[in-house]
Nanobody
Framework: QVQLVESGGGSVQAGSSLRISCAAS????????MGWYRQAPGKERELVAT???????NYADSVKGRFTISRDNAKNTVYLQMNSVKPEDTAVYYC???????????????WGQGTQVTVSS
């Protein structure tokens, strides 16, 4: 399996910035794409941003212009730079990766354990 470990979450003031990271390890042929989801209390988990190994990105409308996703393919690590954060950004942020591996038929998805981001006004 692919292990995904997030880091960098915490409590910040509205309008400030935060960067969270996710490092992938394990046995796999490739990881493409990688991305971030988030889930607020009582809400459904929603996609925040994705990025391919070639650098193509996609963002949810709610974070477009404020968040930037990037990845270091050599380190199998994906980042989410969160600028101008709002209280509604408060959620558990989960790293996600689609991988090809011997234990997987086709493409399989893996999830991190999540990191809490809390934005106060």
């Amino acid at each position: 399996q692919v292990q995904l470990v997030e880091s960098g979450g915490g409590s910040v003031q509205a309008g400030s910035s935060l960067r969270i990271s996710c490092a992938a390890s394990g046995s796999f042929f490739s990881i493409d794409p990688m991305g971030w989801y988030r889930q607020a209390p009582g809400k459904e988990r929603e996609l925040v941003a994705t990025i391919t190994s070639g650098g193509n990105t996609n963002y949810a409308d709610s974070v477009k212009g404020r968040f930037t996703i990037s990845r270091d393919n050599a380190k199998n690590t994906v980042y989410l730079q969160m600028n101008s954060v709002k209280p509604e950004d408060t959620a558990v942020y989960y790293c996600y990766a689609e991988s090809r591996a011997t234990w997987c038929i086709g493409v399989c998805g893996s999830w991190g354990q999540g990191t809490q981001v809390t934005v106060s006004s």
